[in-house]
């Protein structure tokens, strides 16, 4: 079946340090989605790559969707104690219409 | 606008017993789906629900069940209850399938002794 695949599955950073977490999928995608989950939290919407090679930012935050839309990346600059959580990203089952497929995440730990 | 609201949200159950966990869906939402998400894991999907019709279905056995009412809020059932079944249980909805975005609830955290 359809996989998507997170590395790495922790990362401890020193505050102030950049973070990437990569993401590759078995199919490819129509879109992908990313999400942060908190500790003792639930998953919430980042956002969402549809177009072969975009790229996107939100303030620190860099999101990429490779090019032929099996692959994606988040990176995160200048880390901070409140990036700390687990990132998932989750793609479409079947590549296109069907429910979404998370990967296991990538666990951020951000050292003051 | 309201988000999505789930119950309880937590809950110890024996095993063998059954259990059913409820969701409100955020509003103007049609879809609501279903992740279980193990300690350490990934949601994992477990169904899909559109306009009261299961719209997919994951890798989990029929003693999980569920049901989308005519306001789209839901309710997943889970029979025989199992050590295993022991988790976060996920609902999200969505305008649609996958593809705009999920709005998550809080979640109900299951134990099953």
């Known amino acids: 079946g359809q996989q998507v695949m997170q590395i790495p599955q922790y990362q401890h950073v020193q505050e102030g340090e950049d973070f990437t977490t990569y993401c590759n999928s078995s199919t490819t995608l129509s879109n992908i989605q990313w999400y942060k989950q908190r500790p003792g939290g639930h998953p919430v919407f980042l956002i969402q790559l549809v177009k072969s090679g975009e790229v996107k930012k939100q303030k620190r935050l860099t999101f990429q969707f490779g090019e032929a839309k099996k692959n994606s990346s988040l990176h995160i600059t200048a880390t901070q104690t409140t990036d700390v959580g687990t990132y998932f990203c989750?793609?479409?089952?079947?590549?296109?219409?069907?429910?979404?497929?998370f990967g296991k995440g990538t666990k951020l730990s951000v050292k003051p | 606008e309201t988000g999505v609201t789930q119950s309880p949200t937590h809950l110890i159950k024996t095993r063998g017993q059954q259990v059913t966990l409820r969701c409100s869906s955020q509003?103007?939402?049609?879809?609501v789906s279903w992740y279980q998400q193990a300690l350490g894991q990934g949601p994992q999907f477990i169904f899909q629900?559109?306009?009261?019709?299961?719209?997919g279905r994951g890798n989990f056995p029929p003693r999980f069940s569920g049901l989308q009412f005519p306001n789209y809020s839901s309710e997943l059932n889970v029979n025989a209850l199992e050590l295993d079944d022991s988790a976060l249980y996920l609902c999200?909805?969505?305008?649609?399938?996958?593809?705009?975005?999920?709005?998550f609830g809080s979640g109900t955290r299951l134990t099953v002794v």
């Open positions: 629900y559109y306009r009261e019709e299961e719209n």
């Open positions: 999200a909805s969505s305008l649609g399938w996958a593809g705009y975005g999920y709005t």
């Open positions: 989750a793609g479409p089952e079947g590549g296109s219409q069907g429910n979404l497929i």
């Open positions: 509003s103007g939402h049609n879809t």
